[in-house]
């Protein structure tokens, strides 16, 4: 094509993992999300490219599927944005299709899929560096003349063949009037078989048989029906056991950090109100949610490493059986996870289920998966309940039985609500492609630890500010003339709101001050660790020491008004379990009822998980108390 005629808009279209969002960042320059698994893109991106001669380009990276037919929702949108039926965006002028080098056969298939839409086409050979590790010889230029299309081999993660592919793109080859291997047939797929078989055949030259990769090999251990699991449960136990053992330093430099801050502000300013805002107020508050960064960092640093490993497409593989006995298939594998960061990309991850039942139960319980929003709250709570022996595998083991505690009582839900909605008209095939192993990719690992660290600071700094700021004028208006502390807080606005809660919350074991926490966390729930800040700040202030205490030493040692400590280890899990099922996210609720097309469903779905979780809470409690644990 011609510099007059280049096209303004182009479309990366490919297999889920071939590796599109790698080359829409190199093209781009843009930070999107990218994961060695499928499924990690599922709407349209939008982005900006220029040519060798500086044209600017509009490029969009579509969601990954394996073929046009728009059996699932993210099909429907590829297919969509390539024939200019997607509301809001132009019908691209060319497809950059991009295929996995190493596996031709699977994604050549999607590749005659488009050329049959008669839009230019150009072939973005990628992972050409996997490919020849495998012992595979490719010929580009046998595949460009059987197809009539360029044919640019790269390798997008180092931003080789970039240049060639600019090239490419500017001059693609004109589309062709037909598909020949499509002409006169009722159904062209067989016909398109046929074709894949006779590329791969002409275009690639395969090692011999008995030749074993080195994913072959460590497949052979992490794939095996014994081994595989063992490995998969070591590797998560390792991950829960290294947050509580590496973040322990930093965290306690930021206490510190924040505790000698509110110190210097104390001594700097008279005492009044504006002093008790900052202190209690904006430092205590926000300080409760800042100490666990380190332990948040950790964590997604650990998932963008196995995210880039390519390990997580074989834990869905292992996860497949499993999750057949819940009614799923391993494509909610993927959802799921993805759930455990933030339940909003979760839900909308559910764009590459087939199935529509199996999607909507897909998205009921993914607010069940821990998200790093808990996290503040287990971090806070997990510690109380072994006290000094923080960083232990103790801890470690506490952690992974909550995490197991919220997935397996999802699967028992999502069993039975699958037989309430009835088998699907088709039956649904779990297709997973699984990819070479490789190495990290640390400047995508770190800008993606990086954004989220600052996504979770910046909601420290806008959001918990702002609740932090109201939750202090409520514990501290209407005032009192008494200097007892804890009238004080009884007189409060929000003394006045736990008296209301407390017979509501107490068969939990909690008491008035923690069922105000726990109300307040619905609006988000790290704001549960904020609130205890500001209200047991109130209630020690009379003791300059405990003041200047952690939070968690300021809760071990808080009691009802006969002595009694509050926090027992029973107290605890109830909490812990009321965190673990109760829906706490609005935003999540919107996404919900946008992707399910029904409020009733988020509706429900929000009325299900908090009495499930006020339930379960009530009988943890009240059994423990039962057997003498309480």
């Given at each position: 094509?011609?510099?007059?005629?280049?096209?303004?808009?182009?479309?990366?279209?490919?297999?889920?993992?071939?590796?599109?969002?790698?080359?829409?960042?190199?093209?781009?320059?843009?930070?999107?999300?990218?994961?060695?698994?499928?499924?990690?893109?599922?709407?349209?991106?939008?982005?900006?490219?220029f040519t060798?001669?500086?044209?600017?380009?509009?490029?969009?990276?579509?969601p990954g599927c394996y073929s046009l037919r728009a059996h699932s929702p993210d099909e429907k949108v590829a297919r969509?944005?390539?024939?200019?039926?997607l509301a809001g965006t132009p019908k691209p002028a060319l497809a950059v299709c991009v295929v996995d080098a190493s596996n031709l056969e699977r994604h050549l298939n999607l590749v005659l899929n488009v050329i049959e839409l008669g839009l230019p086409v150009v072939i973005a050979l990628n992972m050409v560096d996997?490919?020849?590790?495998?012992?595979?010889?490719?010929?580009?230029?046998?595949?460009?003349?059987?197809?009539?299309?360029p044919v640019v081999p790269i390798q997008?993660?180092?931003?080789?063949?970039?240049?060639?592919?600019k090239q490419a793109i500017r001059h693609p080859f004109p589309p062709a009037a037909a598909s020949p291997w499509a002409q006169g047939q009722e159904d062209p797929e067989p016909a398109r078989r046929a074709m894949v078989a006779r590329l791969c055949e002409v275009a690639v030259r395969r090692p011999d048989a008995h030749q074993q990769t080195v994913s072959d090999k460590l497949d052979s251990v992490l794939l095996h029906p014994v081994f595989g699991w063992v490995a998969f449960l070591a590797i998560m136990f390792a991950v829960f056991w290294s947050i509580f053992s590496f973040a322990g330093i930093p965290m306690g430099w930021i206490e510190t950090g924040l505790g000698n801050l509110g110190q210097w502000v104390e001594g700097a300013m008279p005492d009044g109100d504006l002093r008790s805002l900052l202190v209690d107020g904006v430092i205590g508050g926000v300080?409760?949610?800042?100490?666990?960064?380190?332990?948040i960092v950790l964590l997604f640093l650990f998932i963008g490493l196995l995210e880039s490993s390519g390990y997580m497409a074989r834990a869905a593989y292992l996860m497949d059986g499993f999750m057949a006995k819940a009614g799923l298939s391993g494509k909610a594998f993927l959802p799921l996870f993805s759930a455990h960061a933030c339940a909003?990309?979760?839900?909308?991850?559910?764009?590459?289920?087939d199935s529509a039942k199996e999607r909507l139960v897909t998205i009921f319980i993914a607010p069940w998966m821990?998200?790093?929003?808990?996290?503040?709250?287990?971090?806070?709570?997990?510690?109380?309940?072994?006290?000094?022996?923080?960083?232990?595998?103790?801890?470690?083991?506490?952690?992974?039985?909550?995490?197991?505690?919220?997935?397996?009582?999802a699967f028992v839900v999502a069993r039975l609500l699958r037989a309430r909605l009835g088998p699907d008209k088709q039956p649904n095939h779990f297709m997973l492609e699984l990819p070479p192993y490789r190495g990290p990719q640390w400047g995508y690992i770190f800008r993606h630890v990086a954004d989220r660290a600052w996504a979770f600071v910046a909601k420290a700094g806008t959001v918990i500010l702002g609740l932090s700021i109201l939750l202090w004028a409520l514990s501290t208006y209407p005032k009192t003339d008494s200097e007892e502390s804890g009238e004080k807080l009884a007189h409060s606005a929000m003394g006045r709101i736990g008296h209301v809660i407390e017979p509501v919350v107490k068969p939990l074991g909690f008491d008035g001050r923690t069922g105000t926490a726990i109300l307040t966390s619905f609006a988000a729930r790290e704001v549960f660790n904020t609130t205890l800040g500001v209200i047991f700040h109130v209630e020690e202030s009379d003791d300059e020491e405990a003041t200047r205490g952690a939070l968690r030493d300021k809760l071990a040692t808080a009691t009802w008004p006969d002595g009694r400590p509050l926090f027992t280890p029973l107290t605890v899990v109830s909490l812990l379990v009321f965190y673990i099922y109760a829906l706490q996210c609005l935003p999540t609720s919107a996404v919900v009822a946008r992707e399910a097309g029904s409020w009733k469903w988020a509706a429900g779905q929000f009325v299900f998980m908090s009495g499930f979780a006020y339930v379960a809470s009530l009988l943890v409690f009240q059994l423990g108390r039962m057997f003498g644990l309480g």
């Open positions: 094509m011609s510099e007059s005629a280049s096209p303004e808009t182009i479309a990366l279209v490919g297999n889920p993992n071939a590796g599109k969002t790698t080359l829409f960042n190199a093209l781009t320059k843009s930070i999107e999300r990218v994961g060695n698994y499928a499924g990690v893109t599922v709407a349209v991106k939008e982005g900006e490219m060798p001669h500086g044209q600017k380009l509009r490029v969009l990276d579509l969509d944005a390539l024939t200019g039926q996997v490919a020849e590790k495998q012992g595979l010889r490719l010929d580009p230029a046998k595949l460009s003349e059987e197809l009539n299309v997008a993660n180092a931003g080789k063949g970039l240049l060639d592919l300080s409760g949610v800042l100490v666990f960064l380190p332990q909003i990309p979760g839900v909308m991850a559910t764009r590459t289920i821990s998200c790093s929003a808990r996290l503040p709250v287990y971090f806070l709570l997990v510690p109380l309940l072994i006290h000094r022996q923080e960083g232990s595998w103790l801890q470690a083991a506490i952690l992974f039985g909550i995490y197991s505690t919220g997935i397996l009582t």
